[in-house]
C-alpha cells in the first residue's frame, strides 16, 4: 500500500520508519524548509520506498492510507485537513496523530468526506510503542473505524477503540493524573524530581509495562482478587484521592522541576538517553512478545 504521511517532525519521522519496515511505499510531505533531509536523516533502514513532496495535494492524491501529523494548532489542522479531504482518494482513511483535538472538530474542515477521518494518536517513538487510539469523531464511519484498527494491527500495534470523544484521549489522561500529583509532591517539597521518576521507574513502572491498572489491583487482592482489594482497601483509597494535590505551573514550580531534571540527567546527552530507553524498550517488547499472556 502507499502511506502518506503528512507532516514529517519527530513523530511524522517515526511512523514512516514503521511503514517502511512493514514494507509499504511512503510519500511524505512538509512544507518546512530542510524537511526531507531531516526527514532522511532520522529514517532508520532502507528509503527506497520513501519519496517526498512539498505539496501535500500531491502527497495523498493516490494513497490507501493517510497518517497526519501536524502541529496542535486547529486553524492548522483545518487548511491542512480540508486540503487531504479534497485530494485523497474517497475510501481512504485520514487520521491524524492529534495527542489532544477532538476528531469532530477536525472533520469540520471536511466538506466531501468527513466520514473517513478519525484521529490514530500513537505514543512516542510509534515505531516501538505498540499502542494506537483510535476514536472517531460524530461523523466517522464504522467502516473507517475497522479499517483503522485493522491497518494498524498489521502493523504489529495494538490499537485499542474510544467510546467517546476527550480532551487528551485516554492514555494522556491517564499521564495527566500521575503528573498532577508529582507535581504537587515536588510543590510541597515531599520529594525531589529524580526520587519520583525512581519511585515510577523502580516500582508500579515495571508493572505497567507488563499489564495494566486494573489487572495490577486485581492481582494484588490474592485469591478474592480486585473484589478483596476494593473492600479492604478502597476508603483509604478515597482517603488518598481526597488528598491529592491540585498544582499550578507557577513560574517557582516551573523552575524546580526544571532544575530537578537537569540535575537528575547530570550531563547525559539527551541522544544516550533516547538510545538507552529505545534499546531497553526492543528487549521489553521482544521478552512480550513471547509471552502469550501479556
Known amino acids: 500500500m502507499k502511506v502518506a504521511v503528512v507532516g514529517t517532525g ?36 532502507p528509503q527506497e520506498r520513501l519519496s517526498f513532496t512539498p ?5 495523498v492524491a493516490d494513497a490507501g492510507f493517510v497518517q497526519e501529523n501536524g502541529p496542535e494548532r486547529p486553524e492548522l489542522k483545518d487548511e491542512v485537513f480540508a486540503v487531504l479531504d ?61 479499517t483503522a484498527m485493522a491497518f494498524y494491527r498489521t502493523l504489529g500495534r495494538h490499537p485499542i477503540r474510544l467510546r467517546q470523544e476527550l480532551p487528551g484521549h485516554v492514555a494522556n489522561r491517564l499521564q ?21 521518576d525512581a519511585a515510577i521507574a523502580h516500582g508500579p513502572g515495571l508493572r505497567w509495562a507488563l499489564l495494566g491498572p486494573f489487572l495490577n489491583q486485581h492481582l494484588s487482592g490474592g485469591p478474592g482478587g480486585i473484589a478483596h482489594v476494593l473492600e479492604h482497601l478502597g476508603p ?12 499550578r ?14 540535575d ?20 521489553l517488547l521482544d521478552a512480550k512478545k513471547r509471552t502469550d499472556h501479556l
Open 55 to 59: 505539496d501535500p495535494a500531491e502527497a
Open 86 to 146: 479534497a485530494a485523497a482518494p474517497p475510501g481512504t482513511v485520514l487520521a491524524s496523530s492529534s495527542s489532544g483535538l477532538l476528531p469532530s472538530r477536525i472533520q469540520r474542515a471536511c466538506a466531501a468526506h468527513p466520514e473517513r477521518v478519525l484521529v490514530g494518536h500513537p505514543f512516542n517513538p510509534p515505531h516501538l510503542i505498540p499502542l494506537v487510539e483510535v476514536v472517531p469523531g460524530e461523523r466517522t464511519s464504522e467502516a473507517a473505524v475497522d
Open 176 to 196: 495527566a493524573a500521575l503528573w498532577r500529583e508529582a507535581y504537587s509532591l515536588v510543590e510541597r517539597g515531599a520529594a525531589s524530581v529524580a526520587d519520583i
Open 236 to 247: 483509604p483509597m478515597e482517603e488518598w484521592w481526597a488528598d491529592l494535590g491540585a498544582p
Open 264 to 283: 537528575e540527567l547530570a550531563g547525559t546527552p539527551e541522544a544516550e538517553l533516547v538510545a538507552a530507553r529505545d534499546t531497553l524498550l526492543t528487549l
Open 249 to 262: 505551573l507557577t513560574p517557582e514550580l516551573t523552575r524546580a522541576i526544571t532544575e530537578g531534571v537537569a
Open 10 to 45: 519527530v513523530i511524522g519521522a517515526s511512523w514512516t520508519t514503521l511503514f517502511l519496515e512493514y514494507g509499504h511505499e511512503v510519500v511524505a510531505t512538509d512544507p518546512a524548509p530542510g524537511a526531507e533531509a531531516r526527514l532522511r536523516a532520522a529514517v532508520t533502514g
